[in-house]
T-cell receptor
């Protein structure tokens, strides 16, 4: 079955710095979704990517879907304390299977 | 209304108890999901309902029994649970099985 690997597992970032988290699938994905879960909260949908090579931006967040539709990345610029949380990629194989997540902490 | 409502928010139950978790949405979503999440782990899919029919059961033990009485409601019946079943139980819904999912706040379950 499909497996979605996500790296790094933890990301400690200085406030104001940029970072990227990566998602890799063993199979071609029909689409990929990204969710954010704040500490003590529930997953909240961020974006869905469908097309090969697609790039979408949400303010300081840039999401990319690979040309082969097997990988994706989330890049955050000028990290703020509000970015704290765990970011999950979800390879949509009609089951919404979550990757392991990247947990982000921010040093002020 | 873009909410998924889960009740109760917290539940403590003994290993011989029977309890139920409830999930409700009024967004007209036809896919509904149950997830189990342990601390510092990703949500782990348990069940998927599509058009009120169970379409996926991820080899979940029979002490967890899902039910979808109508298109707005999803229940999870619990019986003879073990302490290791203590976790956050999340319900989600989506318009169909390829669109964005909305999650409820979850039920934090403790089995004693």
């Amino acid at each position: 079955g499909q497996q979605v690997m996500q790296i790094p597992q933890y990301q400690h970032v200085q406030e104001g710095e940029d970072f990227t988290t990566y998602c890799n699938s063993s199979t071609t994905l029909s689409n990929i979704q990204w969710y954010k879960q704040r500490p003590g909260g529930h997953p909240v949908f961020l974006i869905q990517l469908v097309k090969s090579g697609e790039v979408k931006k949400q303010k300081r967040l840039t999401f990319q879907f690979g040309e082969a539709k097997k990988n994706s990345s989330l890049h955050i610029t000028a990290t703020q304390t509000t970015d704290v949380g765990t970011y999950f990629c979800v390879g949509n194989d009609y089951k919404l299977s979550f990757g392991a997540g990247t947990t982000v902490t921010v040093r002020a | 209304d873009t909410e998924v409502t889960q009740t109760p928010k917290h539940l403590v139950m003994g290993m011989t108890n029977k309890k139920s978790l409830k999930c409700e949405q009024h967004m007209g979503h036809r896919a509904m999901y149950w997830y189990k999440q342990k601390a510092k782990k990703p949500p782990e899919l348990m069940f998927v309902y599509s058009y009120e029919k169970l379409s996926i059961n991820e080899s979940v033990p029979s002490r967890f029994s899902p039910e979808c009485p109508n298109s707005s409601l999803l229940n999870l019946h619990l019986h003879a649970l073990q302490p290791e079943d203590s976790a956050l139980y999340l319900c989600a819904s989506s318009l169909d099985r390829i669109t964005e999912a909305f999650f409820g706040q979850g039920t934090r379950l403790t089995v004693v």
